[in-house]
């Protein structure tokens, strides 16, 4: 065969063979694929009307790399728990203090000058110092402390591995325990599907607790008797989405609800009759599926939000009028 | 350097190199089959559920099929995995499923406790019910590739279009990563 003939083949061939692979790059590009019938849109619930969003991010707080697991805020300043560690920072982000902790913490909260920490099973309570004062007794095994409330001389600790909520003094007694079952036959109080147990003392001293399971807030008398509670369901701006909710509560000055919502992150505002009041933090403000952040209220009504994918506390203020 | 030193000298670094790069891999990325056998499988962690693995396997119905991790469940009547958003009532009417096929059932255990079971012949992988799990539960709906149904084909079809890299071949001795025994890698700690 001629060798003219035989190049032009190999040229026609390799042109060929070139067509096909741009086509198929073509093809397969993103935006060049046919909308796919299964997906499942949620952007209409990850959308919110910029009208509702009356707080603006003012300042984010990088951490380092170690494992948050909570904040609190007392004294002007910003308390933290890591890994093993009671963490102090000022609201301009410079670190005061740093203290190792005999174990891994899962909640704190602050009451005048004490910090109280619970450590799954216990509490200990430490000085402004890092000095720790006391340690409590265990509150057994399969107890799991999620949430801690101090009003006066009571101490209230969520403990969502028993599904139920401990009334200690604040030497260290405990008093009662209630597990939020309206009649004593009921079957169930609490419902925990995630590990995910909240409650709050009001400025008034109500004591809210998060009943997640019926993504209710309910208010309890001291001894532990449900005196009034609101649920609002729905993934839409104005409910509390998913299975359960929501995982992270806060109490503003005027008795407001800042509420954390898992999975669709978002971050609102309720009024105490459980209305929606406005929006903090829009879910765009949150990688998809990441972690509820852990929230604190600072004495201006500030809102400290710690965005544990992200690895940062972010601050909140309302937006001037 | 003539030409013939120069392409002797450059084969012989190309194969340093390629040998230097098979050993670090066996050695280093740790995913060795023992048999040498390798399978494709779908990282629950990085699957994004954007649908495709039910119109991109080569199988007729999908290899691809939805599992349930029970220990992660959290039995919820309201279940994002099971109902559409913003469904008016928690039942199990067909207007009210997020599956299209019907694959998801729910049993009623106790009150207020739902037990939810997939009926493989009917999934057909969209992960319609994955994403709502991911976003409004718990994360224990995820897709896996069925070893029994999978054609083990030397190229995925659905790997070459997944968006988010989440199915590559893994050793057969770990054909499976459910989630609840198969953790997230990316939270997995250097001891020390």
């Known amino acids: 065969m001629n060798r003219k003939v035989i190049i032009s083949i190999l040229i026609l061939l390799a042109l060929g063979i070139i067509f096909l692979v741009v086509l198929d790059i073509r093809k397969n590009r993103t935006d060049a694929r046919p909308d796919n019938p299964y997906a499942l849109g949620l952007e209409e619930f990850a959308t919110v009307d910029s009208a509702l969003v009356k707080y603006r991010e003012v300042l984010d707080l990088e951490l380092n790399e170690t494992e948050k697991r909570g904040i609190a805020f007392g004294m002007e300043k910003i308390w933290l728990i890591g890994d093993d560690y009671l963490q102090v920072i000022s609201t301009e982000g410079e670190q005061l203090m740093k203290r190792e902790l005999p174990g891994s913490p899962t909640c704190i909260t602050i009451y005048q000058s004490d910090i109280y920490i619970g450590f799954t099973n216990l509490i200990r309570v430490y000085d402004y110092e890092g000095n720790q004062k006391s340690s409590w007794a265990s509150a057994g095994d399969s107890a799991i402390f999620t949430s801690l409330a101090v009003r006066d001389s009571f101490l209230y600790a969520a403990d969502a591995g028993k599904r139920r909520v401990l009334k200690y003094r604040t030497d260290g007694t405990l008093l009662a325990a209630f597990d939020g079952k309206r009649e004593p036959d009921a079957l169930h109080g609490f419902i925990i599907p995630s590990p995910y147990f909240d409650l709050a003392i009001a400025p008034d001293g109500e004591l809210w607790v998060v009943n997640p399971g019926n993504l209710a807030l309910e208010n309890y008398t001291p001894e532990g008797r449900l005196r009034g509670y609101w649920n609002k369901t729905g993934a839409d701006i104005n409910g509390f989405s998913g299975c359960c909710g929501p995982a992270q509560i806060a109490i503003l000055p005027d008795g407001s609800f800042v509420t954390a919502e898992k999975g669709l992150v978002r971050i609102k505002v309720h009024r105490a009759s459980g209305e929606l009041e406005s929006v903090v933090a829009p879910p765009q403000l949150f990688a998809n599926g990441t972690h509820a952040p852990d929230l604190a209220v600072g004495s201006r009504g500030e809102i400290y939000a710690l965005d544990f994918d992200r690895k940062m506390i972010r601050i909140f203020e309302r937006k001037k009028p | ?192």
Not at chain 2, 72 to 94: M, V
Not at chain 2, 169 to 182: H, L, M, S, W
Request: aromatic share 10%.
């Open chain 2, 1 to 192: 350097m003539n030409r013939k030193i120069f392409l002797t000298q450059s084969g012989r670094w190309v194969l340093l190199g390629g040998l230097a790069y098979l050993t670090g891999h066996i050695f280093f990325k740790r995913k060795v089959s023992a048999s040498g056998k390798y399978v494709w499988q779908i990282d629950p962690f990085k699957c994004s559920q954007c649908g495709r693995c039910a119109t991109q396997c080569v199988r007729d119905l999908s290899a691809v099929k939805c599992v349930h991790a029970y220990s992660l469940c959290g039995y919820c009547d309201l279940c994002g995995g099971y109902f559409k958003p913003n469904t008016l009532s928690l039942n199990t009417g067909a207007e009210n499923q997020l599956c299209p096929t019907g694959a998801l059932t729910r049993k009623f255990v106790e009150e207020p406790f739902f037990e939810y079971t997939i009926d493989e012949e009917l999934c057909n992988g969209c992960g319609k019910c994955v994403k709502g799990c991911t976003s409004f539960g718990n994360g224990s709906l995820h897709l896996q590739i069925r070893h029994d149904l999978c054609q083990n084909c030397n190229e995925c079809s659905i790997a070459r279009l997944c968006p988010s890299d989440a199915i590559t071949r893994v050793p057969i001795e770990t054909a499976y990563q459910i989630k609840g025994d198969f953790i997230n890698p990316a939270l997995i700690k250097p001891k020390g």
